[in-house]
């Protein structure tokens, strides 16, 4: 545009200059072109030319005056244009400058779109975080809800026991009153005959004196029992009739033990015991009896329960000969039927592996050794994964009403 104007300027120089230029030649001919001719030989005279040279000077000066003024002006349209291309320049570094800005705010608002929409979808994951939090404790409000009902279903339990208890301390006080009886009875008995007569009669009462040989009715403490002709033993019962014969609470004892402690029993009624496989045998084999093995948690407690446990004798290993049917929601996998126990110094286990020798305790390992509830106290897991808090386990006789 601007090499356009130029030329055009120019190109409006060139034709002013050539008008007034043919304006002149034209007055001049006109003027030499007036003398007569009369087929003669034209004679100019100095008179004459000195004219002419006057009037070419003439127009000599009016031709340059408007040719200066033209060039003043060609000078001053360069000028201006000068002006004008710099202004423009100006105009264009202005532009340049804010189509700079421009994408600088774009680039800006594109990367706080782009934060914004990072930011509505991590609202959105911690919306439904929160979402799946609420189902969770929804949840845990109904399974403690379900304990809840179990708990006072217990207490229910629990209360019909103490009736029980109650009623069996009365029967017990009156067998005590009637064995005072009895005493008050030799001792009269002693005023009339001698000694010697007397003694046979208290000996053979004293031999046909006999323990319970469960803890069916009895209360929960120590307690002692007697399985047919044998000794009597001391054994743990607890509510429901429960005899514990394996307890773990605190880790404070280790399970790593040898054929002879898990034979005849080792530990404290008050802390970790077990009551020993020998005495397990006597229990199990003088009639059937239920397994409840519990394993407490932080916040919960997991049950597994079978109606027919037996253990066989040491002949046999203590083979695990039964479990019967599992009667709990839930089967303890590490608790297999017709397995030999072991321990570290006597591996009779199915597994290649000797679990034993690896500080996993004595139990009845099967194919694999895996985590059993005499492994040590810290990795006593079932199938939860869960590490455990603390673990039992529990015979009683069966009974259909149970």
Known sequence: MRKFFKVFVVFFIIVKIWSV????????????????????????NDVEISNLENHFVSIKTQTETPLSNILRGIQNLQKNNDDFESKLKEKDEIIACQK??????????????????????????YKH?????????????????????????????????????????????????????????ESEFDNYYDSSY???VQTAYVRNMRYPSSCLNLSAGQR?????????????????SWMTIQQRIDGGISFDRNWENYAFGFGDFEGDFWLGLDKLHQITNSSRQELLISVRYSFFTVS??????????????????????????????????????????????????RCAEDG?????????????????????????????KGVSMQIRPYTDKN
């Open 21 to 44: 230029n043919s304006q002149s030649t034209d007055g001049e001919f006109i003027t030499t072109t007036n003398l007569p001719n009369e087929g003669k030989a034209i004679s100019v």
């Open 100 to 125: 700079t800005q421009l994408e600088d705010k774009s680039n800006i608002l594109e990367f706080q779109i782009n934060e914004t929409s990072k930011a509505r979808q991590e609202a959105s994951d």
């Open 129 to 185: 975080q929160i979402e799946d939090k609420e189902l969770e404790i929804k949840n845990l409000q109904s399974t403690i809800s379900s304990y809840k009902l179990t708990i006072d279903s217990n207490n229910a339990i629990i209360s019909k026991l103490d009736l029980e208890n109650k009623r069996l301390d009365q029967e017990r006080n009156e067998d005590k009153k009637k064995l005072s009886e009895i005493v008050d009875c």
């Open 198 to 200: 007397r003694r046979p």
């Open 224 to 240: 002692k029992i007697q399985i047919g002709n044998g000794s009597p033993f001391d054994v743990l019962c607890d509510w429901g």
């Open 304 to 353: 597994y329960e079978y109606d027919d446990f037996q253990i066989a004798s040491a002949d046999e290993f203590y083979e695990l000969k039964s479990l019967g049917n599992h009667k709990s929601k839930f089967n303890y996998t590490q608790l297999q039927e017709k397995t030999k126990f072991s321990t570290y110094d006597r591996h009779l286990g199915e597994s290649v592996e």
């Open 360 to 388: 996993d305790g004595g139990w009845w390992y099967g194919k694999d050794c895996g985590k059993n509830l005499n492994s040590p106290y810290r990795q006593i897991r079932t199938t939860t994964g869960i590490q455990a």
